[in-house]
Structures are given as structure tokens and as C-alpha cells.
């Protein structure tokens, strides 16, 4: 079945350190692939996307490239700040048939000054 | 332009009772979903509408159901409410139904059921 595969958390840093969330994913054909960020009590707010292999996603200095050797969409940041603590899920839509959004278990990142 | 609106944000509820969620999609948006998020199970998709019609259903028990309107705003109810139903409850919406759509989250409503 189609499934997406989070690293464990709470992933810690530093202020101004680099940041990578490794994300993979199993899917038929090819996906579309998100990453939503949840802060603390609220809903999911769209990150970035990218609908075909080799799309780069990026948005507030995030980044993120499908790569469909690998199955692979890592989230990438060169400089984190404190407010970028947050949960971040990964998620996939297939491009046909059942095409709900699957997401990852989530990775909570934690932003220290 | 006003984003998903879900409506009430907070809700507590005994066993046995049923409960209907609302939800208000970004204006022009067809397309409405809804999800359960857990501490244990993450975030699992309940079902899909698009233009009055249920496209998708996850893997729920019939007591969850859902409808939408015309304006396409949407509801979803629980009957004979359980402890495990205890969770955040999304919906989401997209201008039209497919993979490539991106889903818009509302805050959610927050439902505790004792």
C-alpha cells in the first residue's frame, strides 16, 4: 500500500543550524508530495510541494526535492530559528484511484536560542 | 481572502452521545475532507466530498458520517460516541478533487469525549 516513513523525533537544534527531516515513501505511480507544519494547537499549514520527479518545493527558506530513484523527499533548511518549532508531517496523494492524503507520523522540531 | 473555518473549536461530550462537526471551505473550493488526528493512530483520512458527492471513504466505523451542501460546506457526525473517538478532528479544502490539489487545513475542533 502507499505509505510515508518519518524519522523519530524531537529532532534539537540550535539556532542557525542546518536542518534536514528525511521522509520516504512507498506509492504506485507517481504521487504528489507535501509537507504541512503544525504548531502548537492548531491545524496543518501547507509547507511546500512538488507533484512530479525532480520538482524542487520551497517556500520561507525551506526546501524539499522529489526524488523518485530514491522515493525520497527530505526537508531541508540552512538556517533554523526558534520559530520554526513545530511538528512537520510529510504526505503523499496518489495520482489515481483512492487519492486521500497519507501522511508520516510527524517529526517535532525543537528550536533552542 | 478567509481561510477553512471549522466550527465549534472545543467540544466535550459523554459516552453515547452524537456530535456534528461543521465546516466552511475557502470560498470557490469544491472540494472538502476530513481527517482524525491521535496521539496513537497520527492522521487518518475519514472521507472526501466534491460537489455533494462522497468520493472517498476511510477505514471508519459507520457511525462516522458526513454530508455536504450546495455552498459546499460540509459536516460530519459521530453517534453513539466512543472514548477513542477523543481527537482532533481537520477538515481541509481544495479548489477541485486530485492528487496534484493542494488540501487547505482548518484549525480544527477538538473533541473530548468522557
Known amino acids: 500500500g502507499n505509505s510515508v516513513t518519518q524519522m523519530e523525533g524531537p529532532v534539537t537544534l540550535s539556532e542557525e543550524a542546518f536542518l534536514t527531516i528525511n521522509c520516504t515513501y512507498t506509492?504506485?505511480?507517481?504521487?504528489?508530495l507535501f509537507w504541512y507544519v503544525q504548531y502548537p494547537g492548531e491545524g496543518l499549514q501547507l509547507l511546500l510541494k512538488?507533484?512530479?520527479?525532480?520538482d524542487k518545493g520551497s517556500n520561507k527558506g525551506f526546501e524539499a526535492t522529489y526524488r523518485k530513484e530514491t522515493t525520497s523527499f527530505h526537508l531541508e533548511k540552512g538556517s533554523v530559528q526558534v520559530s520554526d518549532s513545530a511538528v512537520y508531517f510529510c504526505?503523499?496523494?496518489?495520482?489515481?484511484?483512492?487519492?486521500?492524503?497519507?501522511f508520516g507520523t510527524g517529526t517535532r522540531l525543537l528550536v533552542s536560542p | 481572502k478567509a481561510g477553512v473555518t471549522q466550527t465549534p473549536r472545543y467540544l466535550i461530550k459523554t459516552r453515547g452521545q452524537q456530535v456534528t462537526l461543521s465546516c466552511s471551505p475557502i470560498s470557490g473550493h469544491r472540494s472538502v475532507s476530513w481527517y482524525q488526528q491521535t496521539p496513537g493512530q497520527g492522521l487518518q483520512f475519514l472521507f472526501e466530498y466534491f460537489s455533494e458527492t462522497q468520493r472517498n471513504k476511510g477505514n471508519f466505523p459507520g457511525r462516522f458520517s458526513g454530508r455536504q451542501f450546495s455552498n459546499s460546506r460540509s459536516e460530519m457526525n459521530v453517534s453513539t460516541l466512543e472514548l477513542g473517538d477523543s481527537a482532533l478532528y481537520l477538515c481541509a479544502s481544495s479548489l477541485r478533487a486530485g492528487a496534484e490539489e493542494t488540501q487547505y487545513f482548518g484549525p480544527g475542533t477538538r473533541l473530548l469525549v468522557l
Open positions: 512538488a507533484t512530479k520527479a525532480d
Open positions: 504526505a503523499l496523494r496518489r495520482d489515481t484511484g483512492f487519492q486521500k492524503l497519507v
Open positions: 506509492a504506485t505511480g507517481y504521487p504528489s
